[in-house]
């Protein structure tokens, strides 16, 4: 009962200090572990003991998983000698680095023990890392690059500390080394791969998403035992079926599922995540009070921490640059069309927070080597302060070298594109059907489709002072779902409609709302945000036409004409021409493209200039 007891007070106040921390604007993982410092030492706390085991199998796998499952392989793909370069070579040169402080700095202390510190200190950590990026909004460049080196990077070091402590009573060879590495890695590839391939047949006959959330849920345990059992990399196990079955989930689950998944995971990241770090904390007191007995000298115990954590974080800005300017040498990023500047290579060196990791792997450092007291002490001095002096500077440090965040405009611009492409090949698609179609239904389906395509694009609008049609919508379909809901729930009270029935239509109403308010979400977003002008893939129609001056009166002459009015105004580069988008009743833009084949077309709204391509269904 008491254990029950603990784990529920654990998690309310996991959400509690969660919730907090948003409101008061602190990144969680920071106030999390200053809360569990300071609880560790109230009177009643039981003392927590944060176990290998318990991290290694239990918390691990499944953190790596929900974030593997939605890292974009393509991404990865396009990012992996930087990716690599980070989670194979900066954790053999931190290794090797801090192994050759901790020796120097601590008397009689071995070489194996050394270094196995060093391997338990050079992984950054996933979730730490990755929460602070995106809440601060960092290029997608760099969040995907420290995405894929927390991903691997466990692994390397994991396997460094395994040779490590082995060193301590066999003699090893470098060529042993190698070999237990590669082992280890390609052995992980394969188990990976394996449990990818049968996972993919057994989600094809799976139609059911309870079934295939369940399955969900074993497959990162699975792969990392399964991996372990033959003496390979859990971790990359996990990662690379992770990877795998993200990528193809479009291809190999039904709609629901792929729902069902992606909100079970991130409600699982989710208190994992918050979960790990106020655990972190909860080690504090027990840990001074182990180093209060060692034979070193408090001030060579502070002076060995603060050494420590200094090393690791100069290494990591001194293998980033190097990489950078003499191996990676980065082209142009697809978003800007520019080589990024040296404030990304900093921010990205900058952004090496440990975590759980870290402190989970101290523990499996031998009970009887010397001074192990002291490289808990050192495990832990690294998590927090890596994540207290890199975390709480790393947005200021984002603003003052102005590294830009996603743009919610280009964003927005490029979902509209997506949805265009798409609708021009779903209705291609439709022309090769053969069909009777007496009742109008291809029209309906046109409509729709209209409907969706020009919501997208109003999204764009950069005024506020009008209401668009799809927020008139958005605004009359709320009301009337309040009211659907409502009525629903006075006959679900009177008992005479079947639960189930009344649970699945009410379903049906919470889709369409969350659709509704994520459309709301993302225009508030995007309200007042300026496109950026660089470019993306260009047809030669937009390199031939770029962007021009928008000189108009700020009228669509065709609409004062019909009496009808416009929602958007769009401009001609070829001559100038202004008519309405085609959310405006008359879509006259489109029909002077019909009748001229003037084929680009640019926003004349104030403080936008992205431009349409109408033969290649392209924007810049």
């Not at 840990?287 to 209060?292: A, I, K, T």
Request: proline share 5%; hydrophobic share 50%; aromatic share 6%.
């Amino acid at each position: 009962m008491e254990i029950a007891f603990f784990l529920v007070a654990l998690s309310v106040g996991v959400l509690a200090v969660t919730a907090l921390a948003e409101r008061i604007d602190v990144p969680p993982p920071l106030l999390l572990i200053a809360v569990g410092v300071a609880a560790s030492y109230a009177p009643g706390m039981p003392e927590v003991h944060l176990e290998a085991e318990v991290v290694l199998l239990g918390l691990l796998p499944p953190l790596l998983y929900a974030t593997a499952i939605q890292t974009s392989l393509v991404d990865f793909n396009a990012n992996r000698r930087s990716i690599l370069l980070l989670s194979v070579g900066l954790v053999v040169f931190t290794t090797a680095g801090i192994g050759a402080l901790v020796h120097v700095l601590i008397p009689g202390i071995g070489w194996p023990a050394a270094f196995a510190i060093g391997a338990v200190v050079a992984p950054p950590d996933a979730v730490a890392a990755t929460a602070i990026a995106r809440r601060i909004g960092l290029p997608r460049r760099i969040v995907t690059i420290l995405e894929g080196e927390s991903l691997l990077n466990d692994a390397t070091a994991l396997v460094s500390l395994r040779t490590a402590i082995a060193a301590g009573g066999l003699g090893i060879s470098t060529m042993e080394v190698a070999e237990d590495f590669l082992v280890a890695a390609g052995g992980g590839v394969l188990v990976g791969f394996g449990l990818f391939v049968l996972v993919a047949k057994l989600r094809k006959q799976v139609t059911d998403p309870l079934m295939d959330t369940a399955i969900s849920l074993v497959v990162p345990f699975a792969a990392y035992i399964l991996a372990e059992e033959i003496h390979a990399s859990g971790v990359i196990s996990v990662v690379i079926v992770g990877l795998l079955l993200g990528h193809q989930a479009p291809v190999l689950q039904t709609a629901q599922s792929r729902i069902a998944e992606r909100m079970n995971w991130r409600t699982i990241a989710f208190v994992l995540e918050n979960t790990v770090f106020l655990l972190i904390g909860l080690q504090a007191k027990w840990l001074f009070e182990d180093v209060g007995e060692s034979e070193l000298s408090t001030g060579r115990i502070v002076a060995v921490c603060a050494a420590t954590l200094a090393g690791v974080i100069v290494l990591r800005m001194v293998w980033v640059f190097m990489a950078r300017y003499l191996l990676v040498r980065p082209g142009p990023d697809r978003a800007t069309g520019q080589v990024p500047p040296w404030p990304y290579t900093f921010i990205l060196g900058w952004a090496g927070m440990r975590g759980v990791v870290t402190l989970a792997a101290a523990f499996i450092i031998d009970e009887d080597t010397e001074h192990r007291e002291v490289l808990l002490l050192i495990a832990f001095t690294v998590v927090a302060g890596t994540l207290f002096i890199q975390g709480l500077t790393l947005p200021w440090l984002a603003r003052r070298f102005r590294v830009p965040s996603p743009d919610p405009m280009d964003d927005a611009l490029a979902r509209a594109t997506l949805l265009q492409q798409a609708s021009k090949a779903g209705f291609e698609a439709v022309e090769k059907l053969d069909y009777d179609d007496p009742h109008g239904i291809v029209d309906l389906v046109r409509q729709r489709i209209d409907q969706r395509n020009f919501a997208a694009w109003e999204r764009l609008g950069t005024t506020a002072e009008e209401e668009t049609p799809s927020e008139l919508y958005a605004r009359i379909r709320l009301a009337m779902l309040a009211a659907e809901r409502s009525r629903i729930l006075e006959i679900r009270s009177s008992g005479t409609v079947a639960s189930e029935v009344v649970a699945d239509v009410l379903a049906m109403l919470d889709i369409e709302e969350s659709m509704i308010d994520n459309a709301i979400h993302e225009r508030e977003d995007i309200r007042g945000v300026s496109v950026p002008r660089a470019p993306g893939d260009q047809c030669d129609e937009l390199l031939a036409h770029p962007v021009a001056e928008t000189v108009h009166d700020g009228t669509c002459a065709r609409c004062l004409e019909d009496g009808t009015r416009w929602v958007a105004l769009r401009q001609c580069l070829e001559c100038g021409h202004v008519g309405c988008c085609d959310s405006s009743p008359g879509q006259h833009a489109t029909e002077h493209f019909h009748e001229t084949t003037h084929p680009v077309m640019q926003s004349g709204e104030p403080g936008e200039d992205w431009r349409w391509c109408f033969l290649h269904h392209l924007t810049a």
